[in-house]
C-alpha cells in the first residue's frame, strides 16, 4: 500500500474551491453573484434587464421590454395623436393594464379614443392652447440621452416643442424630459421628469384636463369592470377621490386570480401637490395646477417667466401580486422607493 503524504491542498486552495462550487450551485439557482472591492464574492438578487428597442425606421416608436416580456410602448410620431405617449402597457407577467388602443368595439367602452392611448402627459390649456384634445401639436424633437437599458434598468431623454393654434403655429415652449424604467417591488414603474422653458413668458391653466393621464384596462374600471380607484389617504372611486390631493392614486382590480393595476405616483418635491381627476369609467390625471375647476380656489393661473423652467415629475407604478395582496401596500413601497430615487 502507497503511505500517505502530506496534503497538497492548502486551505486557501479549499476556499477557492468551495467557491467555485457555491458560484456554480446559486447560478444554477438563477441567483447572480457580484464582487466587492476587494475582489471576493458576494450574492446579489438576479435583476430582469430592461431592454428599450427603436422600431423600424420612420415608425416613432419604442419598444419596452422587461426580461422575456414586452411592457408598453412608446410612440413620438404618431400623425393622428399629435402629442407623445405610451400604449400596450402590460405587467411584468403579461397582463395588459391599459386599455387597447384603439380600442376594440364591443370590448371597450369607445368614448376618448384619440385622448386617451394609455399614458400620456398633456394641458388643456398651456397659454391657451390645448393639446389635450389634439388641437395643438406637442411635437417631438430629439432624443436628448439615446435609448439604453440594463439590469432593472432602463433611460431615456427627449425634447418635446409646445406649439399654440396660430396660422402659421408658433412655438409655446420646450420640454426636457428624462424617462426611466425601473424594477421594484414586484412590478415596475416609468419615470418622468419634465423641464419646460422658453425664451418668452408662457402659463398653465386651471381646468380638469392638465397633468399626467391614465386610461386602465376595460376590465380593471369601477363601472362595468373588477376595479377600484384608491388614494394614498384611504379614500376610494369618484366620488371620494375626485379633486383630492395624494401622494398617490392607484386604479388596481383583480382578474384572473391576480390583483393588477397602474399607480400615479406624485413626487414630493413638485412644486404644488396634485389633484386627480377620477372617473369611475377607467380614468385618471394628476393635476398640480387647477383649483377653481375642482371647486378649492380661485382661478389659477402658473405662470413660467424666461430664464426660468417649470419641474414636473411624476411615475407610474405597474403591478401585480396575489389577489389576497393589498395593493395599497405595493403601491405605498414603491412611492417610497420612487421618492427617494
Known amino acids: 500500500m502507497r503511505p500517505m503524504g502530506k496534503s497538497s491542498v492548502s486551505m486557501q486552495q479549499c476556499v477557492t474551491m468551495v467557491v467555485g462550487w457555491s458560484l456554480l450551485l446559486f447560478q444554477g439557482m438563477g441567483v447572480s453573484v457580484a464582487a466587492n472591492d476587494d475582489g471576493t464574492q458576494r450574492e446579489s438578487s438576479s435583476e430582469p434587464t430592461v431592454q428599450l428597442t427603436n422600431g423600424p425606421d420612420g415608425s416613432g416608436k419604442l419598444g419596452v421590454k422587461i426580461g422575456t416580456q414586452v411592457v408598453a410602448e412608446y410612440s413620438f410620431a404618431d400623425p393622428q395623436i399629435t402629442r407623445p405617449y405610451f400604449a ?4 411584468l407577467d403579461g397582463f395588459q393594464v391599459t386599455r387597447n388602443h384603439p380600442p376594440v368595439e364591443g370590448e371597450d367602452p369607445m368614448d376618448h379614443a384619440t385622448y386617451h392611448p394609455g399614458i400620456w402627459l398633456a394641458f388643456g390649456d398651456l397659454s391657451g392652447a390645448d393639446c389635450w384634445r389634439l388641437k395643438t401639436k406637442v411635437e417631438h ?8 437599458g440594463g439590469a432593472g434598468r432602463g433611460k431615456f431623454a427627449v425634447r418635446n416643442r409646445y406649439w399654440d393654434g396660430g396660422n402659421p403655429p408658433m412655438p ?26 422658453s425664451d418668452r413668458p ?12 391614465i386610461r386602465v384596462a376595460s376590465a380593471l374600471r ?25 401622494d398617490w392614486c392607484d386604479y388596481a382590480g383583480v382578474v384572473d386570480g391576480r390583483r393588477v393595476g397602474m399607480a400615479i405616483l406624485c413626487h414630493p418635491e413638485n412644486a404644488s401637490p396634485s389633484r386627480y381627476h377620477a372617473r369611475d369609467y377607467g380614468f385618471v390625471a394628476a393635476n398640480p395646477f387647477a383649483l377653481a375647476a375642482f371647486k378649492v380656489g380661485e ?4 405662470v413660467v417667466e424666461p430664464g426660468t423652467s417649470y419641474r414636473l415629475r411624476y411615475a407610474i407604478y405597474v403591478h401585480a401580486s396575489d389577489a389576497a395582496d393589498s395593493s395599497a401596500k405595493h403601491v405605498a413601497a414603491a412611492f417610497a422607493k420612487y421618492s427617494a430615487d
Open 88 to 91: 400596450h402597457v402590460r405587467t
Open 141 to 148: 424633437i430629439e432624443f436628448v440621452e439615446e435609448p439604453s
Open 172 to 197: 409655446i415652449c420646450d420640454e426636457v424630459c428624462y424617462y426611466s424604467i425601473v424594477v421594484a417591488d414586484g412590478g415596475y414603474w416609468i419615470a418622468m421628469d419634465s423641464q419646460f422653458s
Open 202 to 213: 408662457f402659463e398653465f391653466g386651471d381646468q380638469e384636463e392638465m397633468g399626467l393621464g
Open 222 to 246: 369601477v363601472k362595468g369592470g373588477m376595479g377600484t380607484i384608491r388614494d394614498a389617504d384611504g379614500r376610494e372611486n369618484e366620488r371620494q377621490v375626485w379633486g383630492q390631493a395624494a
Open 299 to 302: 382661478k389659477n393661473r402658473t
